[in-house]
């Protein structure tokens, strides 16, 4: 494992047990599902399943989400997928009550980070960050700070 996904690691942990469970955390977490904070700007973020490895690079912000780019390696070997995708999130103003009762209800983007056959939902934290959710019994999911997506060796990061 590399010295900053080691460091990366030490700091959620440390984020988690100096109680990050504040402000900015998502709220309704599905069961089952551990969530990691995911900074779009310095870091591959690398998951890595049964199915191979993909990693995502985050590029251009668009409305309430970002736009990425990622390498999908197949776990058997084979070719490997390169592409692109946004995820966002779209919300609706809906009046409530009085005239002036306003409440912005969900209304559909999306919201997972898609490379080949791995998928990892996302939601939106900031316009510098976000957040990603997985079964970590199905996923390993980790940021390589400093790490170039066209340069970075998948192989290493094989379940």
Not at 47 to 74: I, N, Q, S, W
Request: charged share 20%; net charge neutral.
């Amino acid at each position: 494992m590399c010295r900053s996904a080691v460091a990366w690691a030490i700091s959620v942990a440390l984020w988690w047990a100096l109680g990050g469970a504040s402000a900015g955390e998502p709220e309704g977490q599905p069961p089952g599902q551990t969530s990691a904070p995911v900074v779009y700007d310095g870091a591959v973020l690398v998951v890595a399943t049964d199915a191979g490895v993909a990693a995502f690079a985050f590029t251009e912000r668009v409305h309430l989400g970002t736009g990425y780019t990622f390498r999908f390696r197949p776990a058997g070997g084979g070719k490997e997928e390169t592409g692109t995708g946004k995820v966002f999130e779209r919300y609706k103003a809906v009046q409530r009550g009085g005239p002036n009762a306003v409440e912005y209800v969900y209304d559909g983007g999306e919201l997972w980070l898609t490379a080949g056959p791995v998928k990892v939902e996302w939601s939106r934290g900031g316009p510098k960050s976000g957040w990603v959710y997985f079964d970590p019994e199905k996923a390993k999911v980790q940021a390589v700070e400093g790490a170039r997506l066209e340069a970075l060796d998948l192989k290493p990061f094989a379940r």
